[in-house]
C-alpha cells in the first residue's frame, strides 16, 4: 500500500539547478526516515541525502555538500532535493526512499536527472 513518487527530473545545464519531488502515501510519513539515492550507469547505487523524522537538516554524500539540501514537509507528505550548481557527474537516475525501523523500506521509481550542455 505504500508508494513514494518522484518528480521534477530533466535536463539541466552545467551550473543550473533543479528541485525533486517525492511524494508519499499508504504510510505515516511523519515517522519515516527519507533519503535520496542515485544510480549513473555502470556504477552502484549512492545515498545522497538523508533526513530524519526529528532533524531538520539532512546529512549528505560528500560529492554534493554545499550543493544540494534534503528537507521535508511534513504537512504534504512531500521529501524534496534542491540541486545547485549541477555537474555532468550529476548526471543519474534518482530515487526516493522511505524508512520504517526496523522493517520496512520503500523505494520510488525513480526520476532521470541529466546535466549536459
Known amino acids: 500500500q505504500a508508494h513514494l513518487v518522484e518528480s521534477g527530473g530533466g535536463l539541466v545545464q552545467p551550473g543550473g539547478s533543479l528541485r525533486l519531488s517525492c511524494a508519499a502515501s499508504?504510510?505515516?510519513?511523519?515517522?519515516?526516515?527519507m533519503s535520496w539515492y542515485r544510480q549513473a550507469p555502470g556504477k552502484e547505487r549512492e545515498l545522497v541525502a538523508i533526513?530524519?523524522?526529528?532533524?531538520?537538516?539532512?546529512n549528505y554524500a560528500d560529492s554534493v555538500k554545499g550543493r544540494f539540501a534534503i528537507f521535508r514537509d511534513n504537512a504534504k507528505n512531500t521529501v524534496y532535493l534542491q540541486m545547485n550548481s549541477l555537474k555532468p557527474e550529476d548526471t543519474a537516475m534518482y530515487y526516493c526512499q522511505a524508512t520504517r525501523l526496523p522493517f520496512y523500506n520503500y523505494w520510488g521509481q525513480g526520476t532521470q536527472v541529466t546535466v549536459s550542455s
Open positions: 533526513i530524519s523524522s526529528a532533524d531538520s537538516n539532512g
Open positions: 499508504g504510510f505515516t510519513f511523519s515517522s519515516a526516515i
